[in-house]
């Protein structure tokens, strides 16, 4: 026998994601493969099954097994205010930005449960830009759009939310925006009147509007480089003249097409603006 | 392509542990390593900036997708897992805490083991947590060699502890020591 080219486990993903693919469409084959081996394992882990091809049989004829697999592939982990420093950037080097125009458009594109749009939001309104702004949030995952939409987080998340407003160089009180109740808090409902929660897949859907300010943070590091120029060149053509795209702090558009088209605003915090 | 690769994972007491580490490798070491200290998001500067300072190989903060290159160094940045995407390639994730911690060692060795199999080299240092055994156990597994230090010169003995007790450590090294058995490896991995 001759050295195999590839090792079982490459081989075997390889046949469950086609496997998928065929029955319901979803091509996991363009996420990242690390990320997508830890799922993979999880579920052979649930399951109690050794191999990997193992999961064939299950995913293709039981429905809510697969359907599990596709809510695991959504990763919600958020916060208010991630990365204060970023917001503060922002605040610093982009609102003067906005000030200038009339009506300002901001989409989020993969917004999770909502913080970082409710983040947002606030920032805008300390600002005086709120109502003429129209805040986009859009995500694949029904559950966490629902779960968006109502405001309500944790009160135990509090304090670090709290931590992170004032790094990123909020003024006052992050409780001032919304109301306690026994062991949540629900943000003031004029925050969400100027948010818009839909649903949108980066992989599948098309272009979104002219926007003035994108932010798609820590959604691209789920994506293989193929699909993660192909979701930034919709990111692109999403953008107004002279729109204004956030990515992830560690994320990157140095390896993909649109690099040369967009100049830095904030290095650091990986702010970028279309040029002329 | 980087043929082989070292992962090491370090909390508590990893910075003079780390130094130290780098130092005797010295600049000549020639494989990738890729390293998951415990910290919290935005403390990957000052941990870059002690190890730019002390390393004779070039130390970066690990960027998503990044192509890893020989005789350097790469740090998992604070709120992110840091895993191995390809033989070529880091990448990160936000995925749940895993011990608590976010970077996680277990995340990064499991992800090394899937791409480096026999081909890899994995050491835990000094900490206080039991981030590192199941990776350990993954690495052993897939055919590679683990290392780590000894419970009773390390700083905090508990992850090195936790991961002797899971019966996959190969080598249990005073951290010098470390240092002289990773270049041993290098060669015989390389070949
Ligand atoms: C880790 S969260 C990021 C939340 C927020 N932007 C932040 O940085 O805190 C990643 C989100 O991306 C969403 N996502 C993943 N793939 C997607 C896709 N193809 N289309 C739309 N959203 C997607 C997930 O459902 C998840 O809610």
Redesign the pocket.
């Known amino acids: 026998m001759t050295e195999p080219r590839e090792t079982d486990q490459d081989f075997e993903l390889k046949l469950l994601l086609t496997a998928v693919e065929e029955k319901y469409g979803y091509e996991f084959g363009s996420y990242a493969r690390a990320s997508l081996m830890r799922r993979v394992r999880r579920h052979m882990q649930m399951s109690g099954v050794e191999h990997i091809s193992d999961l064939i049989p299950l995913f293709l004829h039981d429905e809510s097994a697969f359907a599990a697999f596709v809510k695991d592939?959504?990763?919600?982990?958020?916060?208010m205010f991630?990365n204060p420093d970023f917001f503060k950037s922002l605040r610093e080097n982009i609102v003067p930005i906005l000030k200038t125009y009339p009506f300002i458009k901001v989409w989020?594109?993969?917004?999770?449960?909502g913080?970082?749009a409710y983040s947002m939001a606030i920032l805008l309104d300390e600002e005086g830009l709120l109502d003429r702004c129209q805040i986009y949030a859009?995500?694949?995952?029904d559950q966490?759009l629902r779960h968006a939409k109502t405001g309500i987080y944790p009160e135990e998340d509090m304090a670090l939310y709290e931590e992170n407003y004032r790094q990123a160089g909020g003024t006052k009180e992050l409780s001032k925006y919304c109301h306690r109740g026994y062991d949540s808090v629900k943000f003031n409902g004029r925050l969400a009147e100027h948010i818009t929660f839909a649903n949108?897949?980066?992989?599948?859907?098309g272009v979104f509007g002219e926007m003035n300010l994108i932010?798609?943070?820590?959604?691209l590091i789920?994506?293989n480089q193929d699909l993660q120029n192909r979701?930034l060149q919709l990111l692109f053509d999403s953008l107004c003249s002279r729109g204004i795209l956030c990515i992830?702090k560690r994320e990157n558009i140095q390896f993909s097409s649109i690099g040369d088209q967009l100049e830095v605003a904030d290095r650091n915090q990986k702010i970028y603006r279309k040029k002329i | 392509m980087a043929r082989s690769l070292v992962v090491i994972g370090a909390s508590a007491g990893g910075l003079s542990a780390l130094e130290s580490l780098l130092n005797e490798l010295g600049k000549n070491f020639s494989l990738p390593i890729v390293v998951t200290k415990h910290l919290a998001s935005g403390d990957e500067e000052g941990l870059h900036k002690v190890l730019s300072k002390t390393s004779p190989m070039e130390v970066s903060i690990a960027c998503d997708k990044q192509p890893m290159e020989r005789n350097h160094v790469y740090l998992a940045p604070g709120g992110y897992h840091l895993q191995i995407e390809d033989k070529d390639t880091l990448s990160l994730s936000?995925d749940e805490q895993v011990c608590h911690s976010r970077p996680s060692v277990d995340v990064l060795f499991q992800s090394a083991a899937d791409v480096f199999g026999k081909k890899l080299l994995g050491v835990v240092l000094t900490g206080a947590n039991r981030d590192g055994a199941e990776g350990i156990k993954a690495i052993k597994q897939a055919g590679g060699v683990t290392v780590v230090q000894n419970p009773e010169t390390s700083e905090v003995p508990i992850m090195p502890k936790s991961a002797i007790s899971t019966g996959c450590v190969d080598y249990i090294l005073d951290l010098n020591d470390i240092a002289i058995c990773l270049k041993d490896l290098e060669f015989k991995l390389e070949k």
């Open positions: 592939m959504s990763v919600v982990v958020t916060e991630r989020h594109a993969g917004c999770a449960s913080q970082e859009t995500d694949f995952n966490a949108h897949n980066l992989v599948t859907d932010l798609c943070r820590n959604v789920y994506f979701v992830g | 936000v």
